[in-house]
């Protein structure tokens, strides 16, 4: 499982997250002026409904998207931890990461406008 957060405004990160009583690892974290984005992770989640539950060290305006995969190497899920900030005044920020024939990218977003 992957989760992408956005947070806006101030200097708000996550300090924990959980997925039905399972805590999550963080996987990246960067911020830059009024925005940080957040990915976490948790190898083979419990199967059913349950809640991803986001704590913040401060209030501020979150978003999160959960992404669930099957057929996951169970100790290493994740062989890269590369993460880009990219930041444009005027048009589309770019990013480029490295990744091989198979690999799987996982991005996530936040704007500080």
Same mark, same amino acid.
Request: hydrophobic letters at 35%; proline letters at 4%; a positive charge.
């Given at each position: 499982?992957?989760?992408?957060?956005?947070?806006?405004?101030?200097?708000?990160?996550?300090?924990?997250?959980?997925?039905?009583?399972?805590?999550?690892?963080?996987?990246?974290?960067?911020?830059?002026?009024?925005?940080?984005?957040?990915?976490?992770?948790?190898?083979?989640?419990?199967? #059913?409904?349950?809640?991803?539950?986001?704590?913040?060290?401060?209030? *501020?305006?979150?978003?999160?998207?959960?992404?669930?995969?099957?057929?996951?190497?169970?100790?290493?899920?994740?062989?890269?931890? *590369?993460?880009?900030?990219?930041?444009?005044?005027?048009?589309?920020?770019?990013?480029?990461?490295?990744?091989?024939? #198979?690999?799987?990218?996982?991005?996530?977003?936040?704007?500080?406008?």
């Amino acid at each position: 499982m992957l989760v992408g957060v956005s947070i806006r405004q101030g200097t708000a990160v996550v300090s924990s997250m959980t997925y039905g009583g399972q805590s999550l690892t963080v996987v990246k974290t960067r911020c830059r002026v009024n925005a940080c984005t957040e990915i976490w992770s948790l190898v083979n989640p419990q199967v #059913g409904k349950n809640n991803v539950t986001i704590n913040l060290s401060a209030s *501020n305006p979150v978003i999160g998207a959960v992404n669930t995969f099957f057929n996951v190497h169970q100790t290493e899920p994740l062989r890269r931890r *590369n993460m880009n900030v990219a930041g444009a005044s005027t048009g589309s920020p770019t990013v480029t990461v490295t990744s091989s024939p #198979g690999d799987l990218v996982f991005d996530a977003v936040t704007c500080d406008d």
